[in-house]
């Protein structure tokens, strides 16, 4: 993928907060990689995983959503 557009962020979970970087060609895809797990989709809303070990099974705390800082899928 050619590079045509960056965009800077950043993501907050329980163990704190990091800056990142979207990468994106323009055309077909989004990328970022976050604490060393390549992320890859065609909107950031399906935004997944490339590599990397899933993170461990646990319920949502009290006041704490689902997502990608809380996965409860099987």
Do not use: N, Q
């Amino acid at each position: 993928m050619t590079v045509s557009a960056r965009w800077p962020g950043r993501y907050t979970d329980r163990h704190g907060s990091e800056e990142i970087v979207f990468e994106s060609d323009g055309r077909e895809v989004i990328r970022t990689t976050i604490r060393g797990v390549r992320f890859e989709g065609d909107t950031m809303d399906t935004l997944g995983a490339l590599t990397g070990d899933r993170p461990s099974r646990r319920s949502p705390s009290p006041g704490e959503t689902s997502g990608p800082a809380c996965w409860s899928g099987s």
